[in-house]
């Protein structure tokens, strides 16, 4: 088969049905590029069987807001065009996956159930439900790592040096060219056809009347954004990356989350790429250590969005500062709104509210400064979350669950210098950050960014 198997875990030990493969489409919303519908179309061709693609659409996941459904919700319908125009039927369902899924299983007497890999726990809650609900097989394809997480590493990974190597090591075996999908537009074995979606309802039900963000979503806006960064920023990445004015981030970020761009397609565009090695080397190293080290972190440790989830030193350490006073304490509400005595933090909150984007230097700044104005390490890791999750299109994320404990209890980092509340957690300046890029420029390009977004609400 082309699709490795190292990529496929069986989630159960039913026997495979005559009827069609599904493929539930959920953390990997592509057509092209995409591991988990070339298993499916595999699956279904050796066995002579149709193949139909159905995601479940969950109301209030973690908190999403309709700014982010609407986000998700345009994507799939270009999902819904582009499976027609190859004769692969789509279908969205509402629900409670758990139930939901089952049901659709059974209404197309299915023979095999493909799924995506997710280490988040509500993901795996739902898999495991449909793993018991369903008479078959319900097979797992991880078309999210390139290094599939499971073949990465058996444990969690203390930081990027201990997993760096091991994925060096595989990642020859897996960084591969993809194969076509079949075009089945014109043959018998497709699953039979299906209506389109109605999705100006489904938008008034889960995005309502919540606005856009500045960047247009889908594949195809995926790819664009990739060609963007390869023509004109990768080049002075690995120069100027840390540096918030100087607009070299991805911007990959939203799409990579969606799943509506293939970590596997952007790691092989960036090797051939017309830049410096050290660029490339630096963006690789964001793109697969990193990123796959927070799914290695999230699916291994279960607490992943809570204290437990710190290492032993750093929870020790911020308890033994518990009770260190603390010079400003600011509400949620106050947080949310960017209303505290210090301006780049504000600059950077209002960044989110407004873009939907921040700057992964600033990211850790914004926590850490959390930490510091919350009543206890337990409120700090809550605000942050529920913040970078209301208003990140690319919250709910391992790598926002990752970047938030790091920046906070030291997941993946080391012990520093000791201080107050923040024991011997690293601690991050608003000096520091002067001395690493324009700060003041910073503050007033967002707040003019900030000002111009609300002159065009109020008109």
């Known amino acids: 088969m082309a699709v490795d198997p190292r990529r496929v875990t069986a989630l159960n ?21 995409n591991w988990a519908l070339l298993f499916a179309q595999e699956l279904a061709a050796d066995r ?12 209030g996941f973690l908190g999403a807001t309709g700014r982010q459904y609407a986000f998700m919700l345009d994507g799939l319908q270009q999902v819904e065009i582009d499976l027609e ?23 197309w007497k299915a023979g095999a159930v493909v799924c995506d890999f997710d280490p988040l726990r509500v993901k795996r809650r739902w898999k495991a439900g449909v793993a018991k609900a369903i008479s078959t097989p319900l097979l797992e394809v991880d078309a999210h790592n390139i290094v599939p997480c499971r073949a990465a590493s058996q444990k969690q990974e203390y930081a990027a040096y201990t997993i760096r190597p091991k994925l060096g090591r595989a990642l020859g075996g897996f960084l591969l060219e993809y194969p076509a999908l079949e075009d089945l537009a014109s043959a018998r074995k497709n699953a039979g056809g299906t209506e389109r979606t109605d999705w100006v309802e489904v938008r008034k039900r889960f995005a309502g009347v919540a606005g856009r963000y500045e960047f247009k979503p889908g594949e195809r806006a995926a790819r664009k954004s990739l060609g963007d960064f390869l023509d004109s920023r990768l080049e002075k990445y690995a120069e100027l990356s840390n540096d918030p004015n100087a607009g070299t981030d991805s911007g990959l970020s939203p799409y990579l989350h969606f799943g509506q761009l293939s970590a596997q397609r952007a790691a092989l565009e960036v090797m051939t790429a017309d830049a410096p090695p050290a660029s490339k080397e630096a963006f690789l190293e964001q793109l697969i250590v990193r990123r796959e080290l927070s ?34 304490i600011y509400s949620f509400r106050q947080l949310e709104g960017a209303r505290t005595h210090d301006e780049l933090w504000n600059a ?4 989110m509210v407004v873009r939907g ?47 938030v404990a790091w920046s906070i209890g030291g997941v993946h980092d080391r012990a520093f210098k000791e201080r107050g509340v923040f024991g011997t957690i690293r601690y991050m300046s608003l000096a520091g950050c002067r ?4 700060v003041d420029g910073y503050v007033r390009r967002v707040n003019e960014l900030a000002s111009r977004a609300a002159a065009g609400r109020s008109g």
């Open 13 to 33: 030990s039913a026997p495979a049905g005559s009827g069609p493969v599904v493929y539930w489409m959920s953390r990997d919303q592509r057509v092209r590029d």
């Open 48 to 59: 002579r069987a149709g193949l139909v693609v159905v995601f479940c659409l969950a109301g």
């Open 85 to 107: 125009s190859i004769g692969i039927p789509f279908h969205l369902v509402e629900g409670d996956p758990a139930r939901a899924l089952p049901a659709f299983v059974r209404l």
């Open 295 to 328: 799914d290695n972190f999230c699916f291994y440790n279960r607490r992943y969005d809570s204290t437990g989830g710190f290492p032993d030193w750093a929870r020790k350490t911020l308890d033994a500062h518990r009770g260190d006073p603390r010079e400003y």
């Open 348 to 351: 950077v909150q209002t960044e």
């Open 357 to 403: 984007r921040m700057h992964g230097y600033l990211r850790m700044y914004w926590a850490k400064k959390i930490l510091e104005w919350t009543r206890s390490p337990e409120d700090a890791i809550r605000t942050a979350l529920k913040l970078n999750d209301r208003h990140e299109p690319d919250g709910r994320d391992p790598n926002g669950y990752v970047g």
């Open 435 to 438: 001395r690493k890029f324009d």
